[in-house]
């Protein structure tokens, strides 16, 4: 099983600034197979990027995700109120799904 | 637009069996482009993969709770269900249905999901 670790556990960061997230995985992943979730207090996930780099549907151009292999990276270029949440990123391999801890990125 | 919507028991004695169900409205279930997929969030926690059928009725499973579920799907009423046996504390969650794109036969991502009912294991 591919499993797929986080960093930073917690980015404490204020609105307008740049939010880089971390998404390692223990083996190598086909881009196509990376997606991205952003998950609000008392709401379900909603996917934001797939493809490791094609944002779904609605989603604004300050995000964007890019990597490949082992190594990839959601940024949120300039943080909206509406951004701070917890962000998740997803692998499909060997049939299995599995997600990563998640990123929390607070209000400083 | 599409939406999927949980149901079933939101307490569940220990050993008992889990049993929840995702109507699909606003498209069809046998489309052939999605999988239908099962997840779920243990409070403050993080997310699980549970399993997945697609309409035909073909199914996938976290290889670890193989051995306690079965996904089924019902056609005729747009709906897939959970079956969890075995059930302990460590199965408090809450369950999410959701709908995964293919292209090509590949699996994109959880496009749409339910809001999630609250499952909680307890005597």
């Known amino acids: 099983e591919i499993v797929l670790t986080q960093s930073p556990g917690t980015l404490s960061l204020s609105p307008g600034e740049r939010a880089t997230l971390s998404c390692r995985a223990s083996?190598?992943?086909?881009?196509?197979?990376l997606a991205w979730y952003q998950q609000k207090p008392g709401q379900a996930p909603r996917l934001l990027i797939y493809?490791?780099?094609s944002r779904a549907t609605g989603i604004p151009d300050r995000f964007s995700g890019s990597g490949s292999g082992t190594d990839f990276t959601l940024t949120i270029s300039r943080l909206e109120p509406e951004d701070f949440a917890v962000y998740y990123c997803?692998?499909?391999?060997?049939?299995?799904?599995?997600f990563g801890q998640g990123t929390k990125v607070e209000i400083k | 637009q599409v939406q999927l919507q949980e149901s079933g028991p939101g307490l569940v004695k220990p050993s008992q069996t889990l049993s929840l169900t995702c109507t699909v409205s606003?498209?069809?279930?046998?489309?052939?482009?999605?999988?239908w997929s099962w997840i779920r969030q243990p409070p403050g926690k993080g997310l699980e993969w549970i399993g997945y059928?697609?309409?035909?009725?073909?199914?996938y499973y976290n290889p670890s709770l193989k051995s306690r579920v079965t996904i089924s799907v019902d056609t005729s009423k747009n709906q897939f269900s959970l079956k969890l046996s075995s059930v302990t504390a460590a199965d408090t969650a809450v369950y999410y249905c959701?709908?995964?794109?293919?292209?090509?036969?590949?699996?994109?991502?959880?496009?749409?999901w339910g809001q999630g009912t609250m499952v909680t294991v307890s005597s």
């Open positions: 493809g490791a780099s």
């Open positions: 997803q692998q499909y391999g060997s049939s299995t799904r599995t």
């Open positions: 959701a709908r995964e794109d293919i292209v090509a036969n590949i699996p994109v991502a959880f496009d749409i």
């Open positions: 606003g498209g069809s279930i046998s489309s052939g482009d999605y999988y």
């Open positions: 059928i697609y309409y035909s009725g073909s199914t």
């Open positions: 083996q190598s992943v086909s881009s196509s197979y």
